[in-house]
């Protein structure tokens, strides 16, 4: 590849990147409802779980991560977990099949109140909408991350974020964005002056 053609399909995909980024803009009021949401199930003294495939899946870890640890302040960690240990995805995909792996974890794990972030760029992954059905019928409350179609997730989620973009590298970076935001509101919803958890 010529340089001045890598110079170009850069250029393109950074303007395709700040379009998405300034598309998200619109559902600022969306993503704050989320926040809150959120800032509820924490201060109810419910969990989060997250889960993904591929990609997604390393944005579920991310989001964890950063509520377990620390995003921008230092503070007390909020109880966060992540479906992805491989022992056992591996375990009970070995014996019974993948798509369900999600699933047996929520109905194990999840408990009225508590939240699953379940995230797709299709919206259509067979384990992530088994998994949000469970985190429905176990009593908690799901937040899907899609691409702009919402796949069958948008109608099973409770509440959908959706990066608008069909191709899904640009989603990708729409979700990561949409969590750091919620990364930084909760904490100072939780954390941030005059605030008590």
């Not at 980024?21 to 949401?37: D, F, M, T």
């Not at 800032?39 to 870890?61: H, I, K, P, V």
Request: glycine share 10%; with cysteine.
């Amino acid at each position: 590849m010529r340089d001045a053609d890598a110079l170009e399909r850069i250029d393109a995909g950074l303007a395709a990147s700040a379009r998405l980024k300034e598309a998200l803009r619109l559902q600022g009021a969306q993503i704050l409802n989320v926040a809150r949401q959120l800032e509820q199930t924490f201060r109810s003294g419910g969990r989060l779980y997250a889960c993904g495939n591929g990609g997604s899946a390393c944005d579920a870890m991310h989001l964890v991560e950063e509520l377990v640890a620390r995003y921008k302040r230092d503070r007390p960690g909020l109880p966060a977990h992540h479906l992805m240990d491989a022992s056992t995805l591996t375990c009970w995909s070995n014996d019974y099949e993948y798509a369900t792996a999600f699933q047996r974890q929520v109905r194990t794990l999840m408990r009225p109140g508590d939240a699953l972030v379940a995230i797709s760029t299709s919206g259509n992954s067979p384990n992530i909408l088994l998994a949000a059905e469970a985190a429905i019928e176990a009593g908690g409350w799901c937040l899907g991350l899609t691409g702009e179609s919402g796949g069958k997730l948008d109608s099973l989620a409770s509440v959908t974020l959706k990066a608008p973009s069909s191709a899904t590298e640009r989603i990708q970076e729409g979700h990561i964005t949409i969590i750091h935001l919620l990364c930084e509101l909760l904490e100072e919803m939780l954390f941030g002056e005059g605030a008590s958890v």
